[in-house]
């Protein structure tokens, strides 16, 4: 049971990011299928131009949050029952699994969103203040320059210098910044990915 324990979250981490918020949300409250308005994508961002800003901000709590929160609680629980996977290498894979699920989910022939606000709070379980300062320098090119995409790229991309800024210079404990940049790339790949899919290019 032990060996298999790690392969049993990683399934159930993939399934949790399946659960799409922008689609339930789109039904819900405008009786709308997300895939048939604006770009077609599941996701924040065309919840946010195409339905209504206010459930497009909705949205994106939404997954920061239930991302924060699957982590937090699946720590908790892992050092009561079993502390080897509760650390912080094993979580990072967890919660990279339900990253993952959101991007590409198997309950819709892996047409997912693209899951920036999954991994926004991804990064604040592990690297909190980090994700405030990309957060707020993201605001400030989406207010300034209305530039959304270059603002997206901005908070994948940017915690991973400010924890090697945080750990090398001023002597903060944060996860070694090699995973985070791991994290960034195969977050590019899946964006690629979902582009792909989406027909994008």
């Known amino acids: 049971m032990h060996a298999i324990l790690p392969i049993l979250l990683s399934l159930l981490s993939y399934l949790i990011g ?5 689609r339930i949300v789109a039904k819900t409250f405008k009786n709308l299928k997300i895939t048939k308005v604006g770009t ?3 996701d924040t961002a065309n919840i946010y131009c195409n ?3 206010t459930l497009g901000i909705l949205v994106g709590l939404v997954d920061f949050t239930k991302m924060y929160a699957y982590l937090f609680l699946l720590q908790k629980v892992l050092l009561y029952c079993d502390s080897t996977y509760a650390d912080h290498r094993w979580l990072m894979l967890f919660g990279f699994m339900s990253i993952i699920g959101h991007c590409l989910p198997v309950t819709r022939n892996f047409k997912g969103g693209r899951g920036i606000f999954s991994f926004h709070g991804f990064i604040a379980f592990f690297a909190f203040w980090p994700m405030i300062a990309s957060s707020l320098l993201a605001l400030i090119i989406v207010g300034k320059f209305k530039q959304v995409r270059f ?4 908070i994948v991309l940017l915690p991973v210098l400010f ?8 002597g903060l404990d944060y996860v070694n910044f090699a ?3 791991v994290s960034a790339v195969l977050m590019g790949v899946l964006n690629f990915i979902v582009s792909k899919r989406l027909g994008e290019f």
């Open 51 to 53: 339905v209504s800003k």
């Open 40 to 42: 077609g994508h599941p």
């Open 151 to 154: 603002a997206q790229y901005m």
């Open 179 to 181: 995973y985070f940049g």
């Open 163 to 170: 924890v090697y800024i945080s750990n090398m210079f001023i």
């Open 18 to 22: 399946c659960f799409s918020t922008a």
